[in-house]
């Protein structure tokens, strides 16, 4: 692969709440380290329900970008750490499925969507249900889906 290719890739992670982010996050960077290329950590900020005053909508709002800040911050300071390199941060407002395909859509420099499954098995979390369902024919670069439970060790042997 040329190296300016190598160079270009981007893995692209959805910074969600649930516990195996750690692992896509780890594996992204990994894959970046090992095989050339970024990270880009995506955060969308769920849009809160009705809310009587406008103000204090907005308020919320706010307050849940800044929290959203912190944490891309505090997550790209581990991404710097394994990489070398800084990650592309992303904030987006909505539905998690629906800006996350809208993003892939919109950002030609995204090459590869890097998800993991629950450590514990059981059902896919519902964004991987949705885009290797019923959304798949709108996703427009591979997805890679990492077991949940892979070890460090295990994740340094794979990528």
Known sequence: MPEAARR???????????????????????RAKNGGGRVALLRVIEEEGT?????VGAMLQEERREEAEKLL?????????????????LIREGDPRDELLA????????SILILATAATGGAPGPLITAL???????????????????????????T
């Open 51 to 55: 809310v009587e005053w406008a103000g």
């Open 132 to 158: 290797t369902g019923r959304y798949a024919p709108r996703l427009h670069v591979p997805m890679t889906i990492v077991p949940g439970n892979l070890s460090d060790e295990d994740l340094l042997r794979v």
């Open 8 to 30: 270009d890739r981007v893995f692209l992670v959805v910074v969600d709440d649930s516990p195996e982010r750690r692992i896509a996050l780890r594996y992204a960077c990994l």
């Open 73 to 89: 911050s505090a997550l790209a300071a581990e991404v710097q750490e394994i990489t070398d390199g800084l990650p592309i941060l």
């Open 103 to 110: 993003l892939l859509d919109e950002d030609p420099r995204l």
